[in-house]
């Protein structure tokens, strides 16, 4: 166990959806990342927030966002869904900016859109 | 931007021992990492690097060359649990940590 908790774990839905899928990073850790694992690619990094900013952006879709809240969980938020976003969505964390290089990979919310 | 490259599969005997290599080429660099992903789970920290040389740590090593934009993940005395996915990650000067496409290892009897 990680430490780091997603929520929901598996989540069905349609075209032209909205889904939330929400993070809490180990206690104590200050940055959360955000990635996208498809079943024909890597992991494809989609944002890093630290204690509550935006730190850096990949290639995030515009209908994507994401946010950090005070309590420094974080929801990576997914609009006008379309069959190619089903994919395994995996946050991370690490206490600082991760000087050592150690993320703490959640279990991942597994996204299918029909 | 990051470009990192690495063999798509490897098969190698239980006991032996497996080289996986990893090329980067990045806009800036801030260390390289290395982590396991089994199927189905989630990916877990193995190694990382940040100045040139040899990094041991136990049955894994890891080895960086800046100059070359170069690194690799040392397997030895290779076990059936060590059959996954090894993940090659680059974290640029924004902390942005960018992963490779992976190596799936399998390991035969």
């Known amino acids: 166990d990680s430490g780091v908790t997603q929520t929901p774990k598996h989540l069905i839905t349609a075209t032209g959806q909205r889904v939330t899928l929400r993070c809490s990073p180990r206690s104590g850790d200050l940055s959360v990342y955000w990635y996208q694992q498809s079943l024909d690619q890597g992991l494809q990094f989609l944002i890093h927030?630290?204690?509550?900013?935006?730190?850096a952006k990949g290639n995030i879709l515009e209908r994507f966002s994401a946010q950090q809240f005070p309590d420094l969980h974080s929801e990576l938020n997914l609009s006008s869904l379309e069959l190619g976003d089903s994919a395994l969505y995996f946050c991370a964390s690490s206490a600082g900016l991760a000087e050592t290089g150690e993320l703490f990979f959640g279990e991942g919310s597994r996204l299918t859109v029909l | 931007g990051q470009n990192i490259d690495q063999p798509t599969e490897m098969t190698a005997t239980e006991g032996a021992i497996v080289q996986i290599n990893c090329t980067y080429q990045t806009s800036g660099f801030n260390g390289l990492f290395w982590y396991q992903q089994h199927a189905g789970e989630a990916p877990t920290f193995l190694s990382y690097?940040?100045?040139?040389g040899l990094e041991e740590k136990g049955r894994f090593s890891s080895f960086l060359s800046r100059s070359k934009g170069y690194s690799y993940l040392l397997l030895k005395e290779l076990q059936m649990k060590d059959s996954a996915s090894y993940l090659c990650?680059?974290?640029?000067?924004?902390?942005?940590?960018?992963f490779g496409a992976g190596t799936t290892v399998t390991v035969r009897a």
């Open positions: 927030y630290y204690n509550g900013e935006e730190r």
């Open positions: 690097n940040v100045l040139d």
């Open positions: 990650a680059v974290r640029d000067n924004d902390y942005k940590l960018s």
